[in-house]
């Protein structure tokens, strides 16, 4: 660990007492900040920060320094179906152009309860990248504790940025895999709303409605205050809610929602906040599995009146 992630890692123990706040800490290495931890190392040459919101809310303000992405930038176009994770070179190419030094920090924060930062965090330890951290409470956050933003965007000098020759391919399953899982002691997670659970919804971009054989459901936004400041709960509040599905830390499970995204986040809750230990998400989620007409699906029978 170099020492600027060492300096960051230790004000966030420092502040982990913050008051009337639940500041989420880890005994390992901690890929949550706090606003007043950024705050302290917002203006340093090797914190990049990434605004991962829609590019009309970056426009209209966003984070001062902040460089905008979206999902459509961290997306493999060559399936025939969206939402896929992007290849190396497509990481390298984008973050090179977009200023990103291979030893810089990567702090992203968003609107949305830390699930898109959480998709990038997946995508990133994939690949073996380490150094990102994700903003508890996104911009809403920042603005609430008075943190400076601007409509100004930052003048990008584009630079080298190269990930690890070795890929750790850390918490991630395939389509081959998923299809292993049915016939194995495996837990399934599908992280979507109810409806799209049941089938009686299917979001743009699914072949069908419905859901993977053997899923078991549990929301993803259950572990924010998602009609609040969208801050992650407290680990007590996360294991009471997970505790409801039975689960061993040692268990099997695989996680997936419509595209890899919410179910990213859960991935990262459950990794990273309450210590299982054999989790995986599933990359092309329902979206791919959808797509093909021999993978077996269940859903609901929905009446209409």
């Known amino acids: 660990m170099n020492w600027r992630i060492s300096f960051i890692a230790i004000t ?14 880890n005994t390992k290495v901690s890929y949550i900040i706090e606003v ?18 829609k590019k009309e809310f970056y426009d209209n303000e966003h984070m001062q320094g902040a460089i905008h992405i979206w999902r459509t930038d961290i997306e493999n176009t060559s399936f025939p ?14 973050f090179g152009k977009l200023g990103i030094n291979t030893n810089d920090t990567i702090i992203v924060y968003d609107d949305n309860g830390m699930c898109e930062s959480s998709r990038l965090w997946w995508i990133l330890q994939y690949y073996n990248f380490k150094n990102i951290k994700l903003l508890n409470g996104g911009f809403s956050e920042w603005k609430a ?3 400076q933003v601007t409509t100004k965007v930052p003048r990008l000098i584009e630079t080298e940025f190269k990930l690890s020759n070795e ?11 998923m299809e292993n899982a049915l016939h194995q002691n495996t837990v399934i ?4 709303t109810t409806d799209e659970f049941s089938g009686k919804r299917h979001k743009r971009g699914a072949f069908k409605g419905g859901r993977i054989p053997k899923s078991i459901h549990m929301d993803w936004a259950k572990a924010i205050n998602h009609n609040t400041d969208k801050r992650l ?6 294991e009471a809610i997970y505790s409801l599905l039975n689960l061993n830390k040692k268990d099997s499970i695989i996680v997936y929602c419509h595209s890899g995204v919410r179910s990213a986040h859960t991935a990262f809750v459950l990794t990273q906040l309450l210590g299982y230990k054999n989790v ?6 329902w979206i791919e599995w959808s797509y093909f007409d021999n993978l077996p699906f269940e859903s609901d029978s929905i009446t209409k009146n």
Not at 12 to 25: A, G
Not at 189 to 192: S, Y
Not at 233 to 238: G, Q
């Open 12 to 25: 966030l123990v420092l502040l982990s007492c913050q008051k009337d706040k639940t500041v989420i800490t």
């Open 36 to 53: 007043e931890t950024l705050k302290t190392v917002v203006d340093e040459p090797y914190i990049k920060i990434l605004d991962f919101r």
């Open 81 to 94: 179906y969206g939402g896929m994770m992007p290849s190396r070179e497509q990481i390298e190419t984008l």
């Open 145 to 147: 504790n008075k943190g």
């Open 167 to 177: 890929p750790k391919l850390e918490y991630f399953i395939s389509k081959a895999e």
């Open 189 to 192: 997670i599908d992280t979507r």
């Open 233 to 238: 709960k407290s680990v007590e509040e996360l």
């Open 280 to 285: 995986r998400n599933y990359d092309g989620s």
